[in-house]
């Protein structure tokens, strides 16, 4: 019996460094372009993003947010997991969630990242 719960011990202490893992990964930042309902400066990505693109993040509606390891949101009413598409002509996706910042991260296809807070 003394075996079995050194057995559980040993297999929880692996889960748990697996998901500290994930963890580490899930908060390294993203080079992002920081909408809030006042227009700011933007910070410089690689690409910088449309005013088109800035126009379609500063009047999306963020209504609910799930974090962690498959985030998800309701963005214009629409549920939109990470990688689905939620604008076809100006080609932006929902590339994920900074839980860190409170931000939800858009990237468009020219490849300009813009993050939203929520």
Not at 28 to 39: A, C, F, M, R, S
């Amino acid at each position: 019996m003394i075996e079995k719960a050194q057995e559980s011990v040993a297999a929880a202490e692996d889960v748990t460094a697996v998901v500290e893992e994930v963890m580490v990964e899930e908060t390294k930042p993203l080079p992002t372009v920081i909408i809030e309902d006042d227009p700011v400066e933007p910070e410089p990505t690689e690409v910088e993003p449309s005013m088109e693109f800035q126009d379609w993040v500063s009047a999306a509606r963020i209504s609910g947010v799930r974090e962690g390891q498959s985030p998800r949101a309701f963005i214009n009413s629409i549920l939109v997991r990470q990688g689905d598409t939620i604008d076809l002509q100006l080609g932006i996706v929902f590339q994920g969630v900074d839980a860190n910042r409170n931000l939800v991260i858009l990237r468009d296809a020219s490849g300009a990242v813009v993050g939203k807070k929520y």
